[in-house]
């Protein structure tokens, strides 16, 4: 297994200093930079829309993770493309033909991912795993920061490593909620590669040193 990943979400920054929290953010030991695209209907919540992501996207020196909580992901592949996403996550759940959906997404030139809600068991991917690059575990109901972690996520992450070795797939495991530095060994020890970390990064009083002891923590 490589170094486990830290990705960083922008849900939790401040949304008045942007500039100065995405500039924090490419100083820091981060890995990858979590953008939550929400629309309303597939989650009770609307983040921020094309022309914020746009500029965000500009200044970001990281490896751009976009994670869709829209319905019909498919009509915005091409917009993600050109705005600079390096892996487009969408939902299991938002897609009617996920397998075509995850080969527009690498026609388009970006790495695919699927994300998974709680409630949607790991092997509905079974048949497209060696086709995903990352899967995105959702370890609380996706739409907001802060929410308490869920701790079968852990199970689920062990079913989803087994199927990965099994296939011989080199596919990721991101985890996405409640992630803090007192679940991510345990989070890693069942399989984790990737930990996205919004509230525990963003409201510690120095973030910079956060990430780079949760990146710490995780890779012992
Ligand atoms: C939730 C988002 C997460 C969120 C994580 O819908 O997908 O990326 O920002 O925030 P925390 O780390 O605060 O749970
Ligand atoms: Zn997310």
């Given at each position: 297994?490589?170094?486990?990943?830290?990705?960083?979400?922008?849900?939790?920054?401040?949304?008045?200093?942007?500039?100065?929290?995405?500039?924090?953010?490419?100083?820091?030991?981060?890995?990858?930079?979590?953008?939550?695209?929400?629309?309303?209907?597939?989650?009770?919540?609307?983040?921020?829309?094309?022309?914020?992501?746009?500029?965000?996207?500009?200044?970001?020196?990281?490896?751009?993770?976009?994670?869709?909580?829209?319905?019909?992901?498919?009509?915005?592949?091409?917009?993600?493309?050109?705005?600079?996403?390096?892996?487009?996550?969408?939902?299991?759940?938002?897609?009617?033909?996920l397998h075509r959906t995850l080969q527009a997404i690498k026609d388009a030139g970006m790495q695919a991912g699927v994300a998974l809600n709680p409630h949607?068991?790991?092997?509905?991917?079974?048949?497209?795993?060696?086709?995903?690059?990352?899967?995105?575990?959702?370890?609380?109901?996706?739409?907001?920061?802060?929410?308490?972690?869920?701790?079968?996520?852990?199970?689920?992450?062990?079913?989803?490593?087994?199927?990965?070795?099994?296939?011989?797939?080199?596919?990721?495991?991101?985890?996405?909620?409640?992630?803090?530095?007192?679940?991510?060994?345990?989070?890693?020890?069942?399989?984790?590669?990737?930990?996205?970390?919004?509230?525990?990064?963003?409201?510690?009083?120095?973030?910079?040193?956060?990430?780079?002891?949760?990146?710490?923590?995780?890779?012992?």
């Amino acid at each position: 297994m490589g170094t486990v990943k830290i990705a960083p979400s922008m849900l939790a920054a401040d949304f008045a200093n942007l500039e100065r929290d995405i500039h924090m953010v490419n100083q820091s030991e981060a890995d990858w930079f979590h953008l939550d695209i929400m629309d309303g209907v597939f989650v009770p919540n609307i983040s921020f829309g094309m022309p914020v992501l746009k500029a965000m996207a500009e200044h970001t020196k990281k490896t751009l993770d976009v994670h869709l909580m829209i319905v019909d992901p498919d009509r915005y592949i091409e917009t993600f493309a050109q705005i600079g996403a390096d892996v487009l996550t969408v939902h299991a759940e938002a897609c009617t033909h996920l397998h075509r959906t995850l080969q527009a997404i690498k026609d388009a030139g970006m790495q695919a991912g699927v994300a998974l809600n709680p409630h949607t068991p790991v092997n509905v991917l079974e048949d497209v795993i060696n086709d995903i690059d990352v899967v995105c575990i959702m370890s609380v109901n996706p739409g907001f920061g802060g929410q308490k972690f869920i701790q079968n996520t852990y199970a689920k992450v062990r079913k989803l490593r087994a199927m990965i070795d099994a296939h011989k797939s080199a596919t990721l495991i991101e985890i996405d909620g409640g992630v803090n530095a007192t679940n991510c060994t345990d989070l890693v020890e069942a399989g984790a590669d990737v930990l996205v970390a919004g509230s525990f990064v963003f409201s510690s009083k120095n973030p910079l040193e956060t990430i780079k002891n949760l990146r710490q923590v995780a890779n012992t």
